[in-house]
Antibody
Framework: EVQLLESGGGLVQPGGSLRLSCAAS????????MRWVRQAPGKGLEWVSA???????YYADSVKGRFTISRDNSKNTLYLQMNSLRAEDTAAYYC????????????????????????WGKGTTVTVSS | QSVLTQPPSVSGAPGQRVTISCTGS?????????VHWYQQLPGTAPKLLIY???NRPSGVPDRLSGSKSGTSASLAITGLQAEDEADYYC???????????FGTGTKVTVL
């Protein structure tokens, strides 16, 4: 069974740091692009960061320069290092697996900008407060 | 603030058809990027409903369908059931932001 299990959330003071982990199982982790998505209490979904199978990284403007996504394929684990945390970073953080698909019309697989999420973790909660 | 706009809520009686719109712009949906749809039941993680504008993953009933035209996309639910009560989000890519974007979300209520 494909599973993603986040950990590392908790209460941290503004300006503090936290590292989230996401343990993957049931699929070939190294071959998949991965993503972090967050959801503030009572709010909608927000893309945070992504990393492709080759290690190239992408960030939302709201976290660029403060958050770092990484992966350890030997441990089947995705990470999100969060520094200089702010109150507005308070949210549930979801780890997610990205997928592409074959486009019959073009005869090729969709590129990274068209990836979708097919598996989500249950999330870990980060609270930034003094 | 999301660049993809959805109605805050839609409702319908059991068995009825409801549609959820997702309105974007020329830098996202209108630029040809795919739209994907997710369902989020209360207190749970989102679940994939539609990928690539119109494709249903295995296990998603054919009562749900997606479409896309111009700068907008839609999710239709026919034969509305109590289990469809949830929040629904569209998602695409925005070239101006160089990143993925989600819609504002729509709460579906079954009357």
């Amino acid at each position: 069974e494909v599973q993603l299990l986040e950990s590392g959330g908790g209460l941290v003071q503004p300006g503090g740091s936290l590292r989230l982990s996401c343990a993957a199982s049931g699929f070939t982790f190294s071959s998949n692009a991965m993503r972090w998505v967050r959801q503030a209490p009572g709010k909608g979904l927000e893309w945070v960061s992504a990393i492709n199978s080759g290690g190239r990284t992408y960030y939302a403007d709201s976290v660029k320069g403060r958050f770092t996504i990484s992966r350890d394929n030997s441990k089947n684990t995705l990470y999100l290092q969060m520094n200089s945390l702010r109150a507005e970073d308070t949210a549930a953080y979801y780890c997610a697996r990205e997928r592409t698909y074959y486009d019959i019309l073009t005869g090729s697989y969709k590129d990274y900008s068209n990836y979708y999420i097919d598996v989500w973790g249950k999330g870990t909660t980060v609270t930034v407060s003094s | 603030q999301s660049v993809l706009t959805q109605p805050p809520s839609v409702s319908g009686a059991p068995g009825q058809r409801v549609t959820i719109s997702c309105t974007g712009s020329s830098s996202n949906i209108g630029a040809g990027y795919d739209v994907h749809w997710y369902q989020q039941l209360p207190g749970t993680a989102p679940k994939l409903l539609i990928y690539g504008n119109t494709n249903r993953p295995s296990g998603v009933p054919d009562r749900l369908s997606g479409s896309k035209s111009g700068t907008s996309a839609s999710l239709a639910i026919t034969g509305l059931q109590a289990e469809d009560e949830a929040d629904y989000y569209c998602q695409s890519y925005d070239s101006s932001l160089s990143g993925y974007v989600f819609g504002t979300g729509t709460k579906v209520t079954v009357l």
